[in-house]
């Protein structure tokens, strides 16, 4: 059963603009969403996160909004840079260290 | 390096043989996690430790699959009669059970496995 879903395989976006990434989840149990961004060759890296007790986590360029009576989170990147180009992985975790992850969204930022 | 080291980083092998996959977590980190990764998807739960005990296992696909972490630091993962659905790149995480973000896991660069 696939419990986070990234709907959105890839998205473009223009320099300087703002990239949206978006999450859904079906299960209402758990306790952080987290965003994890993927070069190739590499293993994920964490991005940022955000307790299910709160609508909003802001980390410089990076802020992740929670909608839970949607069970819809989003990743916003403003101002997207060439760098920010990566897959972006959403995924939910629960303090009995159970995390999963969608199938990720390709991120491409064109200068 | 610090981080979390896999190896080998490829790996090719015939269906039917038996491999090994090394993980060398981050010095300190008591949890270790083993992640698998097919084309086109997000990573998929295999197995979690703490410490030396296996904590969740509830992810391995089959009896073919087994992971051991003997003395709570190296892991490995063995996967016997390798078939061609097993391949993949697997993926090794670790983290501190206290004082970190909760769900913060440092990831290695992964193995691809290949099996023909």
């Known amino acids: 059963d696939q419990q986070v879903k990234q709907n959105s395989p890839s998205l473009s976006v223009q320099e300087g603009r703002i990239s949206i990434l978006n999450c859904d989840y079906t299960n209402s149990m758990f306790d952080y969403f987290l965003w994890y961004k993927k070069y190739p060759a590499e293993g994920p890296t964490f991005l940022i996160s955000?307790?299910?007790?709160?609508d909003k986590n802001e980390d410089g360029r990076f802020t992740v909004f929670l909608n839970k009576s949607a069970k819809h989170l989003s990743l916003h990147i403003v101002p997207s840079q060439p760098g920010d180009s990566a897959v972006y992985f959403c995924?939910?975790?629960?303090?009995?260290?159970?995390?999963?992850f969608g199938a990720g969204t390709r991120l491409t930022v064109k200068p | 390096g610090a981080g979390v080291s896999q190896t080998p980083s490829n790996k090719v092998t015939e269906k039917g043989k038996y491999v090994e996959l090394r993980c060398d977590p981050i010095?300190?980190?008591?949890?270790l996690y083993w992640y698998r990764q097919s084309l086109g998807q997000g990573p998929e739960f295999l197995i979690y430790?703490?410490?030396?005990?296996?904590?969740?296992d509830s992810g391995l696909p089959n009896d073919r699959f087994f992971a051991v972490r003997p003395e709570g630091s190296v892991s490995t993962l063995k996967i016997q009669r390798t078939e061609r659905g097993d391949s993949a790149v697997y993926l090794c995480?670790?983290?501190?059970?206290?004082?970190?973000?909760?769900?913060?896991?440092?990831f290695g660069e992964g193995s691809r496995l290949t099996v023909l």
């Open positions: 430790f703490q410490g030396t005990g296996a904590a969740d």
């Open positions: 955000i307790s299910s007790i709160k």
């Open positions: 995480a670790s983290s501190l059970r206290s004082g970190s973000t909760p769900g913060e896991l440092f």
């Open positions: 010095s300190g980190h008591t949890a």
């Open positions: 995924a939910s975790w629960n303090n009995n260290n159970d995390m999963r």
